[in-house]
T-cell receptor, first 117, second 115 residues
Framework: AQTVTQSQPEMSVQEAETVTLSCTYD???????LFWYKQPPSRQMILVIRQEAYKQQNATENRFSVNFQKAAKSFSLKISDSQLGDTAMYFC??????????????FGTGTLLAVQP | ETGVTQTPRHLVMGMTNKKSLKCEQH?????MYWYKQSAKKPLELMFVYNFKEQTENNSVPSRFSPECPNSSHLFLHLHTLQPEDSALYLC??????????????FGPGTRLTVL
């Protein structure tokens, strides 16, 4: 069974600074996807960034980038130039590649990030 | 807005009540999901529907009864719940094909309190 571990329950960063959120996972699969989801205080969960395991290049979405270390089973999220709107709970998630629409997400326990003015 | 709506947003019910949660997606997706989010715990997948057919029941107690009349609507019927069922219930949907076929789009959730 797959597991996802986020070892940082809470983090804080100053506005405009850079912060890195950690995530490790355990799987015997070779083909899978990894995601970072953001859940702001309004509670609507939104996708921040995704990474296909077969791709060696780290995914980047504007100020968000990942450091994907497949051998180490590590998938950290870096937020550059942090903004107040980045304050949220961040969830790391794993999905085995099974094809079709009913792919199941395995979530970590989340990291609560507070961006301080 | 991600195109997934949930009603009600908040619900308080007694242990003997019967209530239903509703989810509607306006994204043309074919798969829909129910998750339970409790404090300090990872999101737990409860049910998965694909083209109105249930494809996953993650050992959920029978006091939770899902219904998917079509690909756009998903219900969670609740009866004789326990206080430990208090949580945020999230609905999600995903497309079957295309570039974003494995991306799940979430609703805002229903905050359920069982007294």
């Amino acid at each position: 069974a797959q597991t996802v571990t986020q070892s940082q329950p809470e983090m804080s960063v100053q506005e405009a600074e850079t912060v890195t959120l950690s995530c490790t996972y355990d799987t015997s699969e070779s083909n899978y996807y990894l995601f970072w989801y953001k859940q702001p205080p309004s509670r609507q969960m939104i996708l921040v960034i995704r990474q296909e395991a077969y791709k060696q290049q780290n995914a980047t979405e504007n100020r968000f980038s990942v450091n994907f270390q497949k051998a180490a089973k590590s998938f950290s999220l870096k937020i550059s130039d942090s903004q107040l709107g980045d304050t949220a709970m961040y969830f790391c998630a794993f999905m085995k590649h099974e094809g079709g629409a009913t792919n199941k997400l395995i979530f970590g326990t989340g990291t609560l990030l507070a961006v301080q003015p | 807005e991600t195109g997934v709506t949930q009603t009600p947003r908040h619900l308080v019910m007694g242990m003997t009540n019967k209530k239903s949660l509703k989810c509607e997606q306006h994204l043309g997706h074919n798969a829909m999901y129910w998750y339970k989010q409790s404090a300090k715990k990872p999101l737990e997948l409860m049910f998965v529907y694909n083209f109105k057919e249930q494809t996953e029941n993650n050992s959920v107690p029978s006091r939770f009864s899902p219904e998917c009349p079509n690909s756009s609507h998903l219900f969670l019927h609740l009866h004789t719940l326990q206080p430990e069922d208090s949580a945020l219930y999230l609905c999600a949907s995903s497309p079957q094909s295309g570039f974003r076929y494995n991306e799940q789009f979430f609703g805002p959730g229903t905050r359920l309190t069982v007294l």
